[in-house]
């Protein structure tokens, strides 16, 4: 796992630098965060099958063969499934704000990797062709040049990651400075981070997505926080 430091960074869209703001992104404001560490590469589908050996997780519901795609991430599991890997792991949920901070550390930054534009020398994403032409999601870690500033791995692109977070449009409104959790109920839960079939907009460190969590997608799965 990579530490991801504490105390203040800013957190939503920074229009400075970022002309794509969405208002689900706003406003841009300042957040105190504890100390946490977080997965530096996506689960993978030879770690998701530890749990399901062991008879604690689901296997999921597609694109799943752990023999010949070991270290593929996992994908097409529900929020449910991803907190019990991350339970069974010793880990948890990265909340929205933890998640955030160690996409883009502490200087706003528009991507992972700085400011430059977004294309498939630094993530697994659709520039044209979804997976920069193979249609799907590559081995974790393919894109090293993509690193955020903790050291974590294709924190834009490659599959979305499930966050702990309800998901509510104007949550950044009324937010807690310190150490926020989401809103306390909801009915569909935060992914970050993008896809395979992502195009730039969304490949953000800024970008909020949504889903059901009772629902698994084939560009889709988790990473862990402890």
């Given at each position: ?11 939503g ?35 998701y ?9 689901a ?12 270290q ?110 989401g ?19 969304t ?17 889709l799965g ?5």
């Amino acid at each position: 796992m990579a530490s991801a430091g504490s105390g203040d960074f800013e957190m939503g869209c920074n229009q400075e630098l970022d002309t794509e703001c969405l208002d689900y992104e706003k406003p841009y404001h300042q957040v105190t965060l504890g100390g946490f560490q977080i997965d530096v590469f996506e689960t993978t589908q030879e770690k998701y099958a530890q749990c399901v050996d062991a008879g604690v997780c689901a296997a999921p519901t597609c694109d799943w063969d752990p023999d010949a795609r070991a270290q593929y991430p996992v994908v097409c599991i529900t929020y449910p499934q991803a907190s019990e890997y991350c339970g069974w792991a010793g880990k948890r949920l990265c909340t929205e704000a933890e998640w955030e901070r160690a996409a883009r550390g502490t200087d706003g930054r528009k991507f992972p990797w700085g400011n430059q534009d977004a294309g498939c020398d630094r993530a697994v994403m659709n520039d044209g062709e979804a997976g920069c032409g193979t249609l799907g999601a590559f081995p974790v870690g393919s894109r090293p040049e993509g690193m955020s500033p903790c050291g974590a791995h294709d924190m834009a692109g490659n599959v979305l990651e499930w966050v702990s977070d309800w998901f509510r449009l104007d949550y950044y409104q009324q937010s807690p400075e310190e150490n926020p959790q989401g809103p306390a109920s909801g009915t569909t839960r935060v992914m970050r981070g993008g896809s395979f079939n992502s195009g730039s907009l969304t490949l953000r460190t800024s970008y909020r997505a949504q889903a059901d969590p009772h629902n698994g997608y084939h560009n889709l799965g988790v990473r862990c926080c402890k």
